[in-house]
């Protein structure tokens, strides 16, 4: 008889130990994402913004291009209107000449950036003369895509356009 009212009594406490475990226990990876910050909206894309403002928000200055990168000859800008098509940013970059007598654009490039992945690639380039001429064009959608160069102009475009990788 004792052994019985033991029995249930360790029953009882199992499944009281069961329930308080379900209702209050979580896992560590739904902890982790409770704990994101609510001013950060990931996009389809994959891009990291601010919920108060977004990177697609339209003109800023009154121009919609905004600087991206630097070399030592040309100043990079990316079109703040860029486009995300499923998982995959679609933005042009233009490059200045540097020569504070004579700026210039020197090219135009659609790059395609997949931020989830950190890749990237080049599908359209236009470079220009000194007058602003077309001198050479290209157009390809297949592209291998790759990761950035560290410290370079395309993976100065990736951490601008997706976030910084934390």
């Known amino acids: 008889m004792r052994s019985r009212v033991r029995l249930?009594?360790?029953?009882?406490?199992?499944?009281?130990?069961?329930?308080?475990?379900?209702?209050f226990g979580q896992s560590k990876q739904k902890r982790a994402t409770t704990k994101k910050s609510e001013s950060q909206v990931i996009l389809p894309?994959?891009?990291?913004v601010d919920s108060?403002?977004?990177?697609?928000?339209?003109?800023?200055?009154?121009s919609p291009w905004l600087l991206v990168a630097s070399s030592h000859d040309e100043d990079f800008y990316y079109n703040n209107n860029w486009v995300c098509d499923h998982v995959v940013i679609k933005v042009w970059v233009k490059a200045l000449s540097r020569d504070t007598g004579n700026p210039s654009t020197r090219s135009m490039s659609l790059y395609e950036l997949k931020c989830k992945?950190?890749?990237?690639?080049?599908?359209?380039?236009?470079?220009?003369?000194?007058?602003?001429?077309?001198?050479?064009?290209?157009?390809?959608d297949k592209a291998?895509?790759?990761?950035?160069?560290?410290?370079?102009?395309?993976e100065g475009i990736l951490n601008t356009i997706c976030g910084v990788k934390e």
């Open 8 to 23: 249930r009594a360790m029953i009882s406490f199992l499944v009281a130990s069961l329930a308080v475990i379900t209702v």
């Open 45 to 48: 894309c994959g891009v990291r």
């Open 52 to 62: 108060k403002s977004s990177l697609a928000a339209g003109v800023v200055g009154g």
């Open 117 to 140: 992945t950190r890749r990237i690639r080049v599908t359209q380039t236009v470079e220009y003369d000194q007058d602003g001429k077309v001198q050479r064009s290209d157009d390809t």
């Open 144 to 154: 291998t895509w790759r990761n950035a160069v560290p410290e370079s102009v395309g």
